[in-house]
């Protein structure tokens, strides 16, 4: 979820709704799925973690990323930062917490993607929608417990926050 706010006009309601949605979300989704990935690693063969075995995969985004706030002039969307770096925490404690269940936990950032969502006033995203979901699909085939509780790019690049 995503409104374009500026910090001197967000507000609790904004803040709360797209913290619940980015970040609280994930969070209940993965509490609930839990049971079932611990079951899925344990009937998996190997001890590395994949995406075959066991995984939780948040998507993220770079605008999440605090070493490198992406296009702030053009669009602050500050609730929706925060709830993304949020989130890449939450990954990271995924990560630690279950990776002695043999569960891979990574935040996935799927680039900025050409959709009506994605337009942002006269630009236009680079990522186009098939070639965002294929470079993901790539990156989910190949990543392993080296990769667990980092925020990826949809080209398998370290994404810093």
Not at 14 to 27: A, F, Q, R, S
Not at 94 to 102: D, I, P
Request: net charge neutral; with cysteine.
């Amino acid at each position: 979820m995503l409104k374009p706010t500026r910090l001197y006009n967000e507000t609790l309601e904004d803040m709360t709704e797209i913290y619940t949605t980015n970040t609280v979300g994930p969070l209940l989704m993965g509490q609930a799925f839990l049971p079932l990935l611990k079951k899925a690693a344990q009937r998996s063969p190997g001890s590395g973690l994949s995406c075959s075995k066991a995984a939780i995969v948040n998507i993220s985004s770079s605008a999440g990323s605090i070493k490198e706030v992406f296009i702030w002039e053009k669009s602050p969307m500050v609730s929706y930062r925060c709830s993304k770096a949020a989130l890449n925490m939450l990954t990271k404690c995924q990560s630690l917490t279950h990776q002695e269940h043999g569960i891979l936990c990574v935040a996935l950032h799927p680039g900025w993607v050409h959709t009506e969502l994605g337009t942002l006033g006269s630009y236009t995203p680079p990522v186009r929608v098939d070639d965002s979901v294929q470079g993901m699909l790539k990156v989910l085939s190949s990543i392993s417990e080296k990769d667990s509780g980092l925020l990826l790019d949809w080209e398998g690049k370290v994404v810093p926050w």
